[in-house]
């Protein structure tokens, strides 16, 4: 499983999320003045208001919470996936003894064994 790099996660997730709160604040300023809308993001993000500069403040705030859960998705993803292939390789190298048993424990024969092995786990 290919790992994800955290910091490239957490910035892009902050970057994405940060723009569309930007658009959203200028949504809010220009059409939705007072709807609950606003006033959600005035709870959520400190300092915003339906203006371009609070637009920016709560774009910020955006980018800030959106990276700081990209890190920990990412650092959680990999440390599972990680975790995942730990437990996928014993069960390979167990089965892979054991094939080696069946054919009689001959020498030479562990790269085939252990790709045989490996196909039957992962069903591939």
């Known amino acids: 499983m290919a790992r994800l790099d955290i910091k490239a996660f957490g910035m892009a997730l902050g970057l994405v ?4 709160t930007f ?4 949504l809010d300023m220009m059409y939705f003045w007072g709807s609950s809308w606003g006033k959600m993001m005035t709870t959520i993000y ?4 339906p203006t371009i500069m609070g637009s920016i403040i709560g774009a910020v705030w955006g980018f800030v919470y959106a990276s700081v859960l990209g890190f920990a998705v990412a650092w959680l993803y990999n440390r599972l996936a990680e975790e995942n292939r730990i437990a996928s390789e014993a069960k390979i190298k167990e089965l892979a003894k054991k094939i080696w ?3 009689g424990k001959p020498s030479n024969s562990s790269t085939d064994d252990w790709r ?3 196909k039957i786990i992962k069903g591939s």
């Open 101 to 103: 048993e069946r054919k």
């Open 17 to 20: 999320w940060g723009g569309i």
């Open 46 to 49: 400190v300092g915003y208001t």
């Open 116 to 118: 045989e092995a490996e």
């Open 23 to 26: 658009l959203l604040g200028l």
